[in-house]
């Protein structure tokens, strides 16, 4: 079975205890950065849409749940952090190292 990995990731960020913290940067986490209509997901992300004019406070780019490039910098730093909270039974630090 082959999964969307940025819907996954979507779901991760929304509904992950653990990571719950960062939605706390953004001060939007519901409406897409690109689009039309309610939440900007109504019309997807064309030339036409109403884009948002900060980036980095939105944490999905568009109605299909893509984040956005601040959101996906978040995420990565999380993953490339040394804290086993964010990964398990191993951090990326310690994979690496074997």
Known sequence: M???SFTN????IIYSSSICFVISGFTDVTSACCGNGKLNADI???P???YC???TKY????RYG???EAAARTLVDLMLSD?????SPLTLAQLISL
């Open 2 to 4: 082959i999964l969307h």
């Open 9 to 12: 990731l979507s779901i991760m």
């Open 44 to 46: 997807p992300c064309l």
């Open 48 to 50: 036409i849409a109403k």
């Open 53 to 55: 004019s900060d980036r």
């Open 59 to 62: 944490l999905f780019w568009d």
């Open 66 to 68: 893509h984040p956005t």
């Open 83 to 87: 804290d086993s909270q964010y990964s």
